[in-house]
């Protein structure tokens, strides 16, 4: 008997977090087998998944076994053991993104070094090996300091505005950037199918919380002009195409004041950038990426509605079994979709969730978005 669509196929995500549980909800479209590994036992996907295993995603010997049972393996973070992927790869398993992007972006030493080899726009930099170093660029600052690995969500990341900073500056491997004027900041989703072909989804715009350094609001499309639109999406597809990767490839990038276009950095995975494609455009960067895996055509990437994301951040200094304040409240607003990731604990700032607002009408999604964010509290 003929198989369903893809049933059988099995594949392995390395990470259970929301990102991958976003992926485990669309992967029911097209009847696919997904397994997750993940080292904690109550990650989004745990409760939801068929396939979970609990485990460190840097251990070789974990990750390669845990490949070595799917036909294909992705991952949804990228702190992960890229040797065992190496290995999986020369043995036949596909793996995309490829284990040598993957390499690239764990380091943003080698993230720099790459936009520079292929002329990508970016702010200038310097590697350092530690704190004695800064004592050479004295005369640079204020300067942007960056762990070369193992940062996320701004942890990671300082600026040192003058000598007295160097005290609480980071002491191992790290890149010194030029501080940037910034106006805004984007980001473009490109995706590279099995067959090379590529596309972007429309610029989105973000703004950060700036007590937590996370993406509070995000705006679908970008408030930027048509040619800025245009540029940001062959940026993004040149680079995926540059990076030879299959996947999609989320790029993170600053619009200074004088409209210049410059890459920050790239996750070669689903992104908080692209949540508001679920509802927002004709393809989801979640779609996107099974269409990746699977070696089907991409989608299309379009915007059908405009929509603002706002992400649900547990309230600062709440923390324990997590409750939604108000979510009635926030449900009754037209156009809301709300997304709960499953964390059973909260804490301050914890990612816990999305809200996609979707309305004709951008400035009214924003106000909407608003309303949201100060009525559905993620409290203890
Ligand atoms: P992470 O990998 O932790 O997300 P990023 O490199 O994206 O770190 O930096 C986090 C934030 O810090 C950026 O979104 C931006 O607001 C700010 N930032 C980073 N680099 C610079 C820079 N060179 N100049 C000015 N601001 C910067």
Redesign the pocket.
Known sequence: MEKPFYKGLKIGVLGGGQLGRMLLQKSYSYNLEMAFIDPDANAPCREISNWFYRGDLNNFKLVYDFGKKCDVVTIEIENVNVEALEKLEQEGIKVFPQPRCIKIVQD?GLQKLFYKEYSFPS?DFYLIENKKDLELFKDQLPI?Q?LRKG???????Q?LKNVSDFEKAFDGPCIL????D?KQ?ISVIACRGQNGDVKAFPPVEME?NPEA?LVEFLFSPASISSEMEKAAMELAKNIITKLDMVGILAV?M?LTKDNELLV??IAPRPHNSGHQTIEGNVTSQYDQLLRCLIGMPLGNTDITIPSVMVNLLGEKDFMGYAKYKDIEKAMAIDGVNIHIYGKAETKSFRKMGHVTVVDKNIEKAKEKAKIVKDTLKVIA
């Open positions: 943003k702010s942007v960056k940062g996320y969500d701004g942890k990671g990341v600026i950037e030029k501080l940037v910034i900041e950060f350094n993170e600053f920050n950095e």
